[in-house]
């Protein structure tokens, strides 16, 4: 990318008449179309002329060649603001540089301001030739493109050109960027140059880059400057997926996945679920919503981000890509299926150990309490998820119930406990015997 910049603190525009086909095909000058120059500070008028070939003889070393310069029309009484050998008060300040025996009228106006803004008419004069270069004006508007295209990884070159004018000290240019970037400089007669050599990444998207062009005129600096904003193409970075609640997700509450990318140009998301070790793909776009969320719902779920740069994926890891982040989704529910039994499937003898058992499905997990029934009353025994007996006896029989407990609900359960008599064999010897006499 080559970019060249027109410095201007104020604009004054000086036009410059350019020759036509007309009936004098040897007359003929080449001026800049559109001057545009600093107050304060001085104009070059780069100008060369063509003459008739009958009046070469005028230009000759003994002949006295003049230089005038005339604004916004050309009759020499109203318009004259110039003359190379006879200046008068009322006169720009300037000087004929060139040697217009070669033809060479190239002019230098000090100390510029908004009076020599204009249309100008050069005159030349030298013996018997006299001639005004007095023709339709023609003007170039030059724009600078502000924002350029560039992928990352290719080579960018920002250029940054002025004109040195002629003030002295000559002027500086300076770069202001983000991040900082070496840059070399190089200097010709008439024109300041700056170029600005990087390798484009992401990090330079959007980045503007300013160049500042700083004159010393006498006892003030002006400044003027120009901008150009980066826009940097690169492949999908920083991929991610959330859930759109900072809290856990509540069964039965509507739940929205969001996926982003830092990117250009923007990408198309893909949603897919991990279902019996294959990815079934879901939907597209940035979102994936769950009007009603449900248990079924719970698993791993991935987003993909691509453009026709590259794509980013959390099953391949590319060169240029990062992995990218899946969601788990954990549900918040009531205790389900709380179930109270006891630790033995064959019957509870009296005098044997026996413990209770409760379990159920919740989350987060949930406190148990249990408590038995006697006489028409809950009795609450104790907290916990078993309740055992070392030893049971026949008052432990009865019905237990176990109370399953978070902060989103509670259900019961009830078992009964029934215990078997344990009995006793006991024999009676009847002792007789005779007696003789």
């Known amino acids: 990318i080559m970019l060249n910049f027109q410095w201007i603190k104020q604009n004054y525009h000086i036009l410059f008449k350019y020759p036509i086909q007309n009936s004098l095909q040897d007359f003929s000058i080449s001026l800049p179309q ?24 005028n230009l000759v070393p003994e002949s006295a060649a003049t230089g005038l310069w005339l604004k916004d029309g050309y009759k020499m009484n109203d318009h004259l603001v110039f003359h190379s050998t006879d200046p008068k008060p009322n006169h720009f300040n300037g000087k004929i540089t060139g040697n217009l025996r070669e033809k060479n009228c190239t002019t230098v106006f000090y100390n510029v301001s908004s009076k020599h803004t204009g249309r100008y008419y050069f005159r030349i004069e030298s013996g018997d030739l006299k001639y005004i270069y007095s023709v339709n ?3 170039i508007n030059k724009e600078v493109q502000d924002q350029e295209e560039v992928l990352e990884g290719s080579s960018v070159s920002l250029r940054c050109s002025a004109e040195t004018l002629c003030s002295s000290p000559p002027p500086t240019l300076t770069w202001s960027s983000t991040p900082r970037i070496p840059l070399s400089e190089s200097s010709r007669l008439e ?9 484009a990444t992401h990090r330079q998207h959007r980045v503007t880059f300013t160049c500042t062009i700083t004159y010393q005129l006498q006892d003030e600096n002006k400044t003027a400057q120009d901008s150009i904003t980066l826009h940097v193409q690169y492949a999908p970075k920083n991929t991610s997926a959330s859930v759109n609640t900072s809290s856990s997700v509540l069964e039965g509450s509507s739940v929205t996945l969001i996926c982003r990318s830092d990117a250009n140009p923007a990408v198309n998301y893909t949603w897919s679920r991990e279902s019996e070790g ?17 248990l079924k719902h719970r698993g791993w779920y991935h987003c993909t981000a691509q453009n026709q740069h590259g794509t980013q994926n959390s099953s391949v890891i590319k060169p240029v890509s990062f992995p990218i982040s899946v969601v788990y989704l954990c ?27 409760c379990s159920s499905d919740a989350n987060p997990a949930v406190n148990y309490t249990w408590s038995r029934e006697s ?5 609450q025994l104790q907290t916990g998820d078993t309740l055992t007996f070392d030893r049971i006896d026949l008052k432990h029989r009865g019905w237990y119930h176990c109370a399953a407990q978070n902060q989103h609900g509670t259900q019961n359960s009830s078992v009964m406990l029934d215990i078997q ?15 003789e006499i």
């Open 421 to 435: 008599c344990e009995y006793y064999i006991t024999a009676n010897l009847t002792l007789s015997h005779s007696l």
């Open 137 to 139: 004006t023609s003007t």
């Open 278 to 294: 294959q990815m079934e793909q879901l939907q597209t776009g940035d979102t994936l919503t769950f009007d009603r969320i449900d």
């Open 191 to 199: 024109e300041l140059i700056s170029d600005l050599n990087f390798t």
């Open 375 to 379: 006489e028409g009353q809950m009795e």
């Open 331 to 357: 549900f918040l529910d009531a205790p389900k299926n709380t179930s109270a039994s006891v630790n033995t499937s064959s019957s509870v003898l009296e005098g044997s150990s026996v413990t209770l058992i």
């Open 34 to 57: 559109n001057i545009q120059a600093l107050s304060g500070s001085c104009v070059i008028i780069k100008c060369r002329f063509e003459i008739e070939e009958k009046h070469d003889k």
